[in-house]
T-cell receptor
Framework: AQSVSQHNHHVILSEAASLELGCNYS??????LFWYVQYPGQHLQLLLK??????LVKGIKGFEAEFIKSKFSFNLRKPSVQWSDTAEYFC?????????????FGAGTRLFVKA | DVKVTQSSRYLVKRTGEKVFLECVQD?????MFWYRQDPGLGLRLIYF???????EKGDIPEGYSVSREKKERFSLILESASTNQTSMYLC?????????????FGEGSRLTVL
């Protein structure tokens, strides 16, 4: 079945460590790619998105993600995490091949940053 | 800012009860969605609507129905709640032109079915 896969379900880091969260998808053709974040007690919100142009996209709070079409990947990175980055992160994909532009989500990665 | 408002943050219902979850958005978005969020499973699409009175099944529509009588409002209905419908329900909306499908979410409705 076609899907969105996030490599890690739980990640624990110390402050100032570098972060990379993996995301792979299996849909061919044109895709729009997203990372959403859910901070404790808050609603899901967009972190960054890619739909065309420069495959390296920058989002809020120092996050960036790189679209590698040949690898069907859209990994999220941050050079130095902060305690306030503790949250759950979701990779998501939409496009003609997700079924009428439905947005398909990965299972999520819970990040805990130790102060 | 886009605001998506879900009427109930927390609900506790008994098996067999009918449950209504309401969602209202204020940005004149064409598309509205209902997801459920479960640990380890991410968000799974229940139903979506791309216009008033239009609805499409998502990936897990069984046991649910929806209603969209007005553009700003999208309701999720559980005709006869069951314990396996205990979950967090998220409503979202998106525009059509130039938005690439970015979703704007409500704060969620946590439903417990006893």
């Amino acid at each position: 079945a076609q899907s969105v896969s996030q490599h890690n379900h739980h990640v624990i880091l110390s402050e100032a460590a570098s972060l990379e969260l993996g995301c792979n998808y299996s849909y061919g053709g044109t895709v729009n790619l997203f990372w959403y974040v859910q901070y404790p007690g808050q609603h899901l919100q967009l972190l960054l998105k890619y739909f065309s142009g420069d495959p390296l996209v920058k989002g809020i709070k120092g996050f960036e993600a790189e679209f590698i079409k040949s690898k069907f990947s859209f990994n999220l990175r941050k050079p130095s995490v902060q305690w306030s980055d503790t949250a759950e992160y979701f990779c998501a994909v939409n496009g003609p091949n997700t079924g009428g532009f439905k947005t398909i989500f990965g299972a999520g990665t819970r990040l805990f940053v130790k102060a | 800012d886009v605001k998506v408002t879900q009427s109930s943050r927390y609900l506790v219902k008994r098996t067999g009860e009918k449950v209504f979850l309401e969602c209202v958005q204020d940005m004149d978005h064409e598309n509205m969605f209902w997801y459920r969020q479960d640990p380890g499973l991410g968000l799974r699409l229940i139903y979506f609507s791309y216009d008033v009175k239009m609805k499409e099944k998502g990936d897990i529509p069984e046991g649910y129905s929806v209603s969209r009588e007005k553009k700003e409002r999208f309701s999720l209905i559980l005709e006869s709640a069951s314990t396996n419908q205990t979950s967090m329900y998220l409503c979202a909306s998106s525009g059509t032109s130039g938005s690439s499908g970015e979703l704007f979410f409500g704060e969620g409705s946590r439903l417990t079915v006893l």
